[in-house]
């Protein structure tokens, strides 16, 4: 399993507890301190619709040495090729995608490289961002009929993040994990995020055989080191 920093920018600068607000120097200082791949966030494109840090971010993407990934709820297929042809190794689309299955087949075509996202909120979807007409429909939709349905459009990754548990250090998605891999069998990815607090929280992902998981402030408070991650993730 991947430990995947996770760097937010709203406005150019880095959100949360960190050492630095420059979202370049502190993806260096991650990679330096072990990162493999990092997971950018445009919260201005997740929250306001506006990817305000496109352009600084794709210049972290290509300068920092490792594959990085764009979130911040992009649902245009075009923005994401975009964002792949300008230095990013993959992108997030937002759930917001799920209330579209021509969409989701569209996106199957970019490959490896393309993750949906499953937002879930008691077992249904709550997408954080994407055009509002896809948000609307896809808002309240069952998770696991909405995993099911993109992997029959063949999405091939499938990223999962319970939006009860994000930034609180309540714990990693397991139930959530474990319910989507029973619907969707052993052949797709699964990236996990939201509420990791410690090293038994990895090694309870990586017993489950997900691809990386995303880790934003249990690192930046110090709780593990990514080196420390990576040995219970091996």
Same mark, same amino acid.
């Given at each position: 399993? &991947?430990?995947?920093?996770?760097?937010?920018?709203?406005?150019? #600068? &880095?959100?949360?507890?960190?050492?630095?607000?420059?979202?370049?120097?502190?993806?260096? +200082?991650?990679?330096?301190?072990? =990162?493999?791949?990092?997971?950018?966030?445009?919260?201005?494109?997740?929250?306001?619709?506006?990817?305000?840090?496109?352009?600084?971010?794709?210049?972290?993407?290509?300068?920092c040495g490792v594959?990085?990934?764009?979130?911040?709820?992009?649902?245009?297929?075009?923005?994401? #090729?975009? %964002? $792949? +042809?300008?230095?990013?190794?993959?992108?997030?689309?937002?759930?917001?995608?799920?209330?579209?299955?021509?969409?989701? #087949?569209?996106?199957?075509?970019?490959?490896?490289?393309?993750?949906?996202? $499953?937002?879930?909120?008691?077992?249904?979807?709550?997408?954080?961002?994407?055009?509002?007409?896809?948000?609307?429909?896809?808002?309240?939709?069952?998770?696991?009929? =909405?995993?099911?349905?993109?992997?029959? %459009?063949?999405?091939?990754?499938?990223?999962?993040?319970?939006?009860?548990?994000?930034?609180?250090?309540?714990?990693?998605?397991?139930?959530?994990?474990?319910?989507?891999? %029973?619907? &969707?069998?052993?052949? $797709?990815?699964?990236?996990?995020?939201?509420?990791?607090?410690?090293?038994?929280?990895?090694?309870?992902?990586?017993?489950?055989?997900? +691809?990386?998981?995303?880790?934003?402030?249990?690192?930046?408070e110090g709780k593990?080191?990514?080196?420390?991650?990576?040995?219970?993730a091996a």
């Amino acid at each position: 399993m &991947v430990i995947v920093p996770s760097v937010d920018v709203r406005a150019r #600068r &880095v959100v949360g507890p960190r050492e630095t607000a420059d979202p370049l120097v502190l993806a260096r +200082a991650l990679v330096e301190d072990g =990162a493999e791949e990092l997971h950018l966030v445009d919260l201005d494109g997740a929250e306001a619709g506006v990817f305000a840090n496109a352009t600084l971010l794709a210049s972290v993407a290509r300068a920092c040495g490792v594959p990085c990934r764009l979130a911040g709820g992009l649902s245009s297929v075009d923005e994401a #090729r975009e %964002a $792949i +042809a300008n230095g990013f190794a993959g992108v997030l689309f937002s759930s917001a995608v799920l209330g579209d299955d021509d969409l989701l #087949r569209d996106i199957a075509r970019l490959g490896a490289g393309a993750v949906v996202e $499953i937002e879930s909120r008691d077992g249904f979807l709550a997408p954080r961002g994407g055009d509002r007409t896809l948000v609307e429909v896809a808002t309240g939709r069952g998770v696991l009929a =909405a995993a099911r349905a993109a992997v029959l %459009a063949g999405v091939r990754a499938l990223y999962l993040i319970d939006l009860s548990a994000e930034g609180g250090l309540a714990g990693p998605p397991l139930a959530l994990v474990d319910a989507v891999r %029973a619907v &969707v069998g052993p052949g $797709i990815a699964l990236h996990a995020g939201g509420g990791i607090r410690d090293l038994d929280d990895v090694r309870a992902l990586a017993r489950r055989g997900v +691809a990386s998981a995303v880790i934003g402030r249990a690192l930046a408070e110090g709780k593990f080191t990514i080196r420390q991650a990576k040995t219970v993730a091996a």
